[in-house]
């Protein structure tokens, strides 16, 4: 049993200690055919470590299923980023009691990500929620196999508040494309912006080592995928922890001379996005021309408060570089509205910086308090009206031009990775073009997995439509 500490999750030594651990996988016929079903909430991160558990739960046999209610292993892996996830995946968990209750008692169900690092999670489970068979967290994943071996019938916590090490798992991992992959380049931030709580639950700042990254995604362009995504919290910091590791810049150019059909990377803070990634970005072709650039605030004042380490002025200086260095290049973000103190001549200034980027799109926010964090004391006298009006109004103005983004595609020819069947009728298969739009293509399904030339017939606020000549 190892409960969370955010004190102990907040620490952070000078000393590299990072070691690298080469993890053998666990592969055994314990759990024949049992099914498994996973529930993922969050970013790419954690969407990326259900692929990683799910490659170990086949590893011992179980198979997976898209019914909860026949499954015989539930794995909810959560999001602590908002509040709001909170009676989400408690409300999960009571569907889960039920059917242990009604269906299948010898179902296990466990709990992992973000949110089992947080000791008032653990201790509301630890008190109400019995029922639940194992809690793991973010720094342990790779131990999930042997958690599985020990099951006792009791509630089992493991979650470590800090862990220095890098695990690679080798080719433990179902992924959910055959075609797009998610590649870690590093784990944890260091960044500490004062609302957000990702610090706490992912640990220090550790780059794995360039040559896994380039070994894995060489075997990625050898089984056919044609897309890859470079993870981290922040890219920009990927080789900073070490003295004898190369900076994302030369990583993303090592990535690009693969030769793999497209290299994505997420997500880049503005600071310390250096002219050298610009260079790297614009000279290769295969490094995709879309950018997500977190905004979180267009007022230098509330930009202080956030910690975010740049001011409104060198945003837009960085914004412009970016538009003006690499063609055509689409550049989203991430908006926060009543952040605590945030007033409207505040808010306006994040208006004009959106009238100034007229962003391709965005997601935004209402703050967050997350127990633990600086901004969570901060005296945040807005009523919860007001934010919601803000979030309002700011979305009008983003849903104006990422609709206006959208119509300068229109009759135009773009190249589009089918990666999906898609969701409507007319349009056989879905994919993103280089810039990141969704676009649904009236085509031959045989074309699944292609990058093909599309022509777009009609855009709309949020997707476009098209069809292959
Ligand atoms: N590492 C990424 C962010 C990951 S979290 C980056 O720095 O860009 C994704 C987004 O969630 C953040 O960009 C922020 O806009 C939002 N977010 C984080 N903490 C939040 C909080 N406490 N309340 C509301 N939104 C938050
Ligand atoms: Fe959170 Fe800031 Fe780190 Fe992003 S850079 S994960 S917002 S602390
Ligand atoms: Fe959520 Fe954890 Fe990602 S808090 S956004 S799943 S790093």
Redesign the pocket.
Known sequence: MKTPDMLEAKKRCKDNNTEFIYVNPIINNSYDGKKYYIRT???Q??VHDSEEIAGMLENLGFVPTEEMEEADLILLNT???RENAHEKVFGFLGRCKHIKEKINKDLIICLC??MAQEKSVVDEIMSKHKYIDLVFG?HNIHELPGYLMQLTGKLDVEVLSNDENVYEVGETFVRASKYTAWVNIMYGCDKFCTYC??PY??GKERSRKSQDILKEVQKLKENGYKEVTLLG?NVNAYGRDRDDEISFAKLLEETAKIGIERVRFVTSHPWNFTDEMIDVIAKYDNIMPYIHLPLQSGSDRILKLMGRRYTQEEYLELFNKLKSKIKDVSITTDIIVGFPGETEEDFEETLNVVNKCKYDGAFTFIFSPRVGTPAAEMKDDTPMGVKEDRLHRLNELINQYSNESNQKYLNKKVKVLLTDYSDRDKYKLSGYTDTMKLVNVDCDESLLGEIVEVTITDAKSFSLDGKVE
């Open positions: 909430y969050g970013c991160m954690n999001c602590a980023i990500g973000c973010t709580i990702v639950t992912r919290q």
